[in-house]
Nanobody, 125 residues
């Protein structure tokens, strides 16, 4: 079983920055990617950024490209999401998820079985 714990959320003004962390524990041998999702009230869960375990390849949604950066520290079993130039539309609950995907379509929430509890990000204008 895989256990994911997010931290680092908070409230910031537009233009500010936050760094989210996702600590991973358990058996991840069968999984090949870690993805950050977010969900705003009344909206669907949206894939934000992903990193592939083996290759380290990274991809981002169009809405965060150039502002967010996903990274990992394999020694600490932790995945990070550095969020810069935050805007009010970035407000939502941020979740990390662990999954397996070989088709390149990493942003579908239903493809993930392992989720953290989420951390809230609020950006005020």
């Amino acid at each position: 079983q895989v256990h994911l714990v997010e931290s680092g959320g908070g409230s910031v003004q537009a233009g500010g920055s936050l760094r989210l962390s996702c600590e991973v524990s358990g058996n991840t041998d069968s999984l090949n990617l870690m993805t950050w999702f977010r969900q705003a009230p009344g909206k669907e869960r949206e894939g934000v950024a992903t990193i592939y375990k083996g290759s380290g390849d990274i991809d981002y949604s169009n809405s965060v490209t150039g502002r967010f950066a996903i990274s990992r520290d394999m020694a600490k079993n932790t995945v990070y999401l550095q969020m810069n130039s935050l805007i009010p539309d970035d407000t939502g609950m941020y979740y990390c998820a662990a999954g397996i995907n070989y088709g390149g379509v990493w942003w579908v929430p239903n493809d993930y079985r392992n989720w953290g509890q989420g951390t809230q990000v609020t950006v005020s204008s």
